[in-house]
């Protein structure tokens, strides 16, 4: 290869790690990637420094793929400084797209979530009641730990993106559309989702017909048939306000689509939406019967409606409390 | 030194039946809370609970959203599609801490302009009482953020420097 090595980058936030495994489903293509470019900075598989990323001149790396929403100091300080130093950030699945299921976190605040983790479950032990401090003194000096923020917040919620690459984790062949589209820089317009701008009930196999429904069930409670539409037979089905991309691979072995490629252009509220399209489709026009079928099939309505994209939604986290409370 | 607090309500009312009422109330001279700021729609069923978020979002208190009663919307049934996106959006707001008495869907026909000015002084009173949302200042870390970011940044100049 004559052209000059491009650089990359890929950087984890908060998130599961899974999206770097996605990254590896790209298979014997990753050998492709690795032609077309200098890996400088991925911290799951290579042996470079934050201090390495902080030498190198502003600009210099070309793409970054950064997975993860923001929730400690330290995340957001690797956000501004991979934003400095790269030509081109990606926001790379749900979490730093649409904020993802870390963010559903933000049903609660800070001390809520020490109080869970660290005193109130079973397998917790510490009766001294000691918690995490951004400082702590030690005989050899002071020990730091990131700042944990009370909200969970998106990617470019705190710099500046370029290009989302949805899902939970992003499909191989999607990462692999969007490598391509950079090596031959045909790259569309910055701050595309790069996706379908349709839903995952168009790529939907199953049969569709009217929708209907007296109740909503959960997955446990019925083994849907593998032809109809699944929201046809009362599973929350999200695939009516997703955006598709994924191949509806949920729904094709029998589990209903969770949403995890986020709204559609133009959408500004992925949960609204859903919840308006659900409302739809509900066989009811008694105010009580419609408050029975919601409360009773939709025990989690935030879990269900927002499982990935509460930060990114119009709705404004819980009341945090105030100091002292 | 404060302002006694007054409620920032939304109303989005439907062009048939409730914005008529608003009318009918302005010209029958019926006097009610000034709260409300009406957005006029073409029926309750076109309110998408978007809307009722955004409100929300940008500061206001309270949503009331009205229209036809069940059974004489002028779009036929819109107004029962109204009903369940409202009490899809009630479930949401009250997982997010949000009190339902905030949101509120009121039927009220093109001569009902003593009732929905009755139910726009029920709402302002009822949030009024509630206090107010202020739901955009959920958002604000405090300053405990930006202090522990200079920090890191003043830990890492020593690298930052070298090529500076």
New interface residues.
């Given amino acids: 290869m004559s052209k000059p090595k491009g650089k990359l980058a890929l950087y984890w936030a908060a998130s599961c790690g899974g999206c770097e495994i996605a990254v590896l489903q790209l298979d014997a293509k990753i050998l492709d990637v690795a032609e077309a470019f200098d890996i400088v900075f991925w911290p799951v598989a290579v042996d470079a420094k ?2 390495d990323v ?4 502003d600009g210099e790396i070309d793409v970054c793929l950064f997975n993860g929403a923001i929730r400690t ?2 995340q ?2 690797m956000a ?1 400084l991979l934003r400095r130093k790269s030509k081109v950030l990606v926001a790379f699945g749900s979490c730093s797209h649409e904020g993802g299921i870390p963010a559903i976190a933000n ?1 609660n605040n800070k001390n809520e979530i020490f109080q869970t983790s660290y005193r109130d479950t079973p397998s917790t032990e510490n009766p001294n009641g000691v918690y995490p401090q ?1 400082e702590t003194q030690v005989p050899e000096g002071t020990l ?1 730990l ?2 944990f ?3 969970v917040r998106t990617l470019d919620q705190t710099v500046p993106v370029d290009y989302y690459l949805p899902g939970c984790p992003p499909e191989a062949d999607r990462i692999w559309d969007a490598i391509t589209a950079i090596l031959e820089n045909k790259l569309p317009a910055a701050g595309t989702v790069l996706g379908d701008d349709t839903t995952v009930c168009d790529t939907c196999p199953r049969k569709r017909s009217e929708k209907k429904i007296k109740e909503f069930k959960r997955t446990w409670q019925v083994i849907p048939d593998a032809e109809t539409c699944l929201l046809e037979q009362g599973l929350l089905c999200c695939g009516i306000a997703t955006r598709a991309g994924c191949g509806a691979l949920c729904p094709q072995v029998n589990s209903p689509c969770i949403g995890c490629y986020g709204p559609n252009n133009g959408v ?2 992925y ?3 859903l ?2 399209a ?3 489709v ?1 066989d ?2 008694s ?1 009580d019967e ?2 029975r079928i ?2 009773q099939g ?1 025990p ?3 879990g269900s ?2 499982r990935f994209s509460l930060a990114h ?8 409390a105030k100091a002292g409370e | 030194m404060s302002e006694p607090f007054e409620p920032k309500i939304v109303g989005f009312l439907c062009n048939w039946c409730s914005y008529r009422a608003a009318d009918l109330a302005g010209s029958a001279r019926i006097k009610h809370a000034p709260n409300v700021r009406i957005i006029r729609v073409m029926c309750s069923g076109r309110v ?3 809307f009722v ?2 409100a ?2 940008l500061g206001a208190d309270g949503v009331m959203v009205a229209g036809c009663h ?1 059974g004489e919307c002028h779009y036929l ?1 819109q107004n ?2 109204a ?3 409202f ?3 009630k ?2 707001l ?4 949000v009190d339902d008495q905030r949101v509120r869907l009121v039927w009220a026909s093109a001569a009902e302009g003593q009732q929905l000015a009755d139910a726009i002084d029920q709402l302002v009173e009822d949030v009024r009482r509630l206090g107010p949302l202020n ?2 200042a ?2 604000q ?2 300053a ?2 930006l202090k ?2 200079e ?3 003043h ?2 100049a020593e ?2 420097e ?2 500076s």
């Avoid at chain 1, 939604?313 to 945090?320: M, P």
């Fill in positions: 934050v201090r902080e030498r190198m001149a100091s330290e957001e300080y501004q049903l951004p730091h990131p700042v923020y009370d909200t500004q509220d949960g609204a939406r919840m308006a659900l409302a739809s509900i009811a026009n105010p419609i408050q919601i409360e939709i989690d309505p935030i409606f927002y939604s119009l709705l404004r986290r819980k009341k945090l | 998408d609970p978007t978020l955004k929300l979002a069940p049934e029962y599609k009903m369940r996106r009490h899809m959006l479930h949401a009250q997982a997010m801490g739901w955009p959920n958002w870390e405090d405990q953020r522990a970011l920090k890191i940044a830990e890492h690298a930052m070298v090529l």
